[in-house]
């Protein structure tokens, strides 16, 4: 079946710090994966997605994903994390069998001063 | 331009009540999807409209979930005789077409006492 895991159910970088999210799917045909990034209270915003083509996907925010098939992983990275950067960050693949978002639980990002 | 929009943005009711939740997609967009998203996990798949007609609805969890699309544009998520395991934030999201980014609303979050 097809599914999205994120190991990491809560990440602590201080501020400044460089930061990577896991993301990790089983799927069998070319995915469409996205991240999404929810703040509290806030809708889920889209940060970047990749259908095909190059496999570093740039991002709003300063993010960036990079697609790697053979580990079937899309992990999401930024150099330099904010304050504001501190959300839940959801990892997700479009089925293109029936065009359902499957995503994984989130990971929740904690920035220390 | 205007983003998803959802009504109510909460919603109490108590268990055995009917409840509507309603959802303004992005003007042009003619696929639309419905998903519940639980404390600590990822949103669930529910249904997806493209246009009227519901063009997958495994998603809804009982009979007692259903949700209309009636002239392609807002759509209404219907819950009859809730139980407390129905409260979660739903969230609803459109696109343009089927394979394109995923639009959010910021959600209604359901509480059945």
């Known amino acids: 079946a097809q599914s999205v895991t994120q190991p990491d159910i809560h990440i ?10 896991r993301c990790n799917y089983s799927y069998g045909a070319t995915p469409y994966l996205f991240w999404y990034v929810q703040s509290p209270g806030q809708g889920l915003q ?3 997605k ?3 083509g190059d496999t570093l996907v740039q991002g709003i925010k300063g993010f960036e994903a990079e697609f790697k098939r053979s580990q079937s992983s899309f992990n999401l990275r930024k150099p330099s994390v904010h304050w504001s950067d501190a959300a839940e ?25 | 331009g205007a983003g998803v929009s959802q009504t109510p943005s909460n919603k109490v009711t108590e268990k055995g009540k009917y409840v509507e939740l309603r959802c303004d997609p992005i003007s042009g967009h003619t696929a639309l999807y419905w998903y519940r998203q639980s404390l600590g996990q990822g949103p669930e798949f529910l249904i997806y409209f493209q246009g009227t007609g519901a063009a997958d609805d495994s998603g809804l969890p009982n009979d007692r979930f259903f949700a209309v699309r009636p002239e392609g544009s807002v759509s209404t998520l219907k819950i009859q005789r809730t ?11 459109s696109s343009l077409t089927l394979t394109d980014t995923q639009y959010f609303g910021p959600g209604t979050r359901l509480t059945v006492l």
């Open chain 1, 50 to 52: 990749y259908f095909s």
């Open chain 2, 83 to 93: 139980e407390r395991g129905d409260s979660a934030v739903y969230l609803c999201a």
């Open chain 1, 12 to 21: 602590t970088v201080s501020e400044g710090a460089s930061l990577e999210l």
């Open chain 1, 89 to 113: 960050y959801f990892c997700a693949v479009l089925l293109d069998s029936n065009y359902q978002l499957i995503w994984g639980a989130g990971t929740k990002l904690i920035i220390k001063p």
């Open chain 1, 46 to 48: 889209l940060l970047l």
